[in-house]
């Protein structure tokens, strides 16, 4: 186990709705990234967070937002959401966020369905 | 051109027999390496990080050739549970962001 933690586990959403999910670090981490994963896929890059502050993003439009709290807990919010949204969605927890050397590990997902 | 490439298999191999994956990146300026595996349905997990002089962990060894821009990963003596996608990653230093391949997966039968 390795201490990264994810709510809820699944989800079901219809499109143009809103959606919340949760991300508990790993004790000691201090950096958060997102993930999304579809089907046969690896996990694209959604963004990071490092003390609080989005520290890089990859493709993905404004309606993926997030934030960080003082403990680095984590969430992601996606506005108006599309079919296309559905994936796994994974969180993932390392300890600094300068280098780009270190590991980083990964809560078990929350599954989002968009119908 | 993506920034890793995996052959996405399966690779169906028999027990005991040693199977090798490789992966090449696009960014010559990547700076950190690693092997992930994935079960069915859960989340990735570190195998091991990969080094420039390669590195041994029981029946894996991981190699990295940065002139040809690929990392391998050797699995001996395969076992029925070592059956998995395996994810090859790659970081290129901009803010621990992560690069994944599509993931090779791996069917170890009896």
């Known amino acids: 186990e390795t201490g990264v933690t994810q709510s809820p586990t699944h989800l079901i959403k219809t499109r143009g709705q809103q959606v919340t999910l949760r991300c508990s670090s790993q004790?000691?981490?201090?950096?958060v990234s997102w993930y999304q994963q579809a089907l046969g896929q690896g996990p694209q890059f959604i963004f990071q967070?490092?003390?609080?502050?989005?520290?890089g993003r990859g493709n993905f439009p404004p309606r993926f937002s997030g934030l960080q709290f003082p403990n680095y807990s984590s969430e992601l919010n996606v506005n108006a959401l599309e079919l296309d949204d559905s994936a796994l969605y994974l969180c993932?927890?390392?300890?600094?966020?300068?280098?780009?050397?270190?590991?980083?590990?990964f809560g078990p997902g929350t599954r989002l369905t968009v119908l | 051109r993506k920034e890793v490439e995996q052959d996405p298999g399966p690779f169906n191999v028999p027990e005991g027999a040693t199977v090798a994956f490789n992966c090449t990146y696009s960014?010559?300026?990547?700076?950190?390496f690693f092997w992930y595996r994935q079960d069915c349905r859960k989340e990735p997990k570190l195998l091991m990080s990969?080094?420039?002089s390669g590195n041994e962990d029981g029946r894996f060894t991981a190699q990295l050739n940065r002139a040809s821009q690929y990392i391998s990963l050797l699995i001996r003596d395969s076992k029925l549970s070592d059956s998995a996608t395996y994810l090859c990653?790659?970081?290129?230093?901009?803010?621990?962001?992560?690069?994944f391949g599509s993931g090779t997966k791996l069917n170890v039968k009896p």
């Open positions: 960014n010559s300026a990547s700076q950190s």
């Open positions: 993932a927890s390392s300890s600094d966020a300068a280098g780009g050397y270190n590991e980083q590990f």
């Open positions: 967070y490092y003390r609080e502050e989005e520290n």
């Open positions: 990969v080094y420039s």
């Open positions: 990653v790659v970081n290129r230093g901009d803010f621990n962001k992560f690069y």
């Open positions: 004790s000691g981490h201090n950096t």
